[in-house]
């Protein structure tokens, strides 16, 4: 096995399923939802103005079911908002199958949607005199795959409107997953990225004197079926958690195997009814617009 190995996210397709399939397996998708429904439409109520259109900036937003329920959430509590919203992602196999989730779903008629096929980093090259302002920017789980998040975070937080809200979300250096990619992330991946976690996001915007709260999602993710040699569903799932493309095949048996030890550590996992549950956590960042 030649290291570095290469990295899912260069095979959309194997990315969108190794994505799916650890949604099915991590309790993260709750955890966001819970968030938004108890915490969301107090922090966004300074920047909502009934009766007006709020612009939303979305980045990284996957297949699309995160945001339905993110503006489900913000849409029971202000009713008259109608929304002026861009969706950034640089997969295309990620921007089709949320249209086509929109295509099936109703209730979202107060949403007008526009597609942009970047990265976010390519987003703020083209965008370095932009002038339209942001109610909201959301980065959920977005921003582990940019080198330097720092100087970019303080260019999202220039796009915000007055009251408006940058939020980012991430796992924090603490949970077991994160362990994985402290121990693993350097040594085997090609991608030319590094992996952010939420610690790294506060830290920056501290010593900028930024101004931001902060809300923990605690949740698990069920890694049961990595351990049964050539499962396809678990073949997926360690793709996700360890972004490697094909990591059933391009790994040799140690580094599986110290993945796999990693996994069922205590101090990372926790045995409940047989299954084995990777502990996750997630930060969210709520910022302020920049000082
Ligand atoms: C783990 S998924 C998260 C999807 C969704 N936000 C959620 O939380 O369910 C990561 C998303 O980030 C996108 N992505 C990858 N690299 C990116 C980059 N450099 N800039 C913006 N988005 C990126 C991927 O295409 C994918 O849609």
């Not at 582990?144 to 998040?149: I, R």
């Given at each position: 096995m030649a290291f570095p190995l290469p990295c899912v996210y260069s095979d959309g397709s194997r990315y969108l399923k190794a994505y799916e399939y650890f949604h099915k397996c991590s309790g993260e998708h709750q955890g966001m939802v819970d968030f938004f429904n108890n915490h969301l439409p107090d922090i966004m109520s300074s920047a909502i103005n009934d009766n007006s259109v709020q612009n939303v900036l979305g980045f990284g937003c996957g297949s699309g079911p995160l945001d339905l329920e993110m503006f489900s959430a913000i849409h029971r509590m202000y009713p008259k908002v109608t929304v002026d919203y861009e969706v950034v992602d640089p997969t295309v196999q990620f921007i089709n199958q949320y249209k086509d989730l929109l295509s099936k779903t109703?209730?979202?008629?107060y949403i007008k949607w526009n597609w942009t096929q970047l990265t976010v980093q390519e987003f703020e090259k083209e965008n370095k005199e932009r002038t339209k302002k942001a109610d909201m920017i959301h980065l959920f789980q977005s921003l582990?795959?940019?080198?330097?998040?720092g100087p970019l975070v303080n260019f999202l937080q220039s796009l915000l409107s007055k009251n408006g809200k940058l939020l980012i979300s991430l796992i924090s250096g603490n949970c077991g997953w994160a362990q994985l990619e402290k121990k693993y992330f350097k040594e085997i991946s090609d991608w030319d990225a590094c992996c952010s976690f939420s610690d790294d996001i506060r830290r920056y915007l501290d010593a900028n004197g930024q101004r931001y709260q902060t809300y923990v999602v605690p949740c698990q993710i069920d890694?049961?079926?990595?351990?049964?040699?050539?499962?396809e569903n678990g073949g997926l799932l360690l793709d996700f958690l360890t972004e490697v493309l094909n990591f059933d095949q391009t790994a040799t048996p140690e580094l599986r195997a110290g993945v796999l030890e990693l996994f069922r550590d205590s101090k990372n996992s926790v045995e409940s009814n047989g299954r084995i549950m990777l502990g996750s956590e997630y930060e969210v960042i709520a910022v302020d617009q920049l000082i």
């Open positions: 109703s209730g979202f008629d582990y795959y940019v080198k330097e998040p890694v049961t079926e990595c351990f049964i040699e050539g499962d």
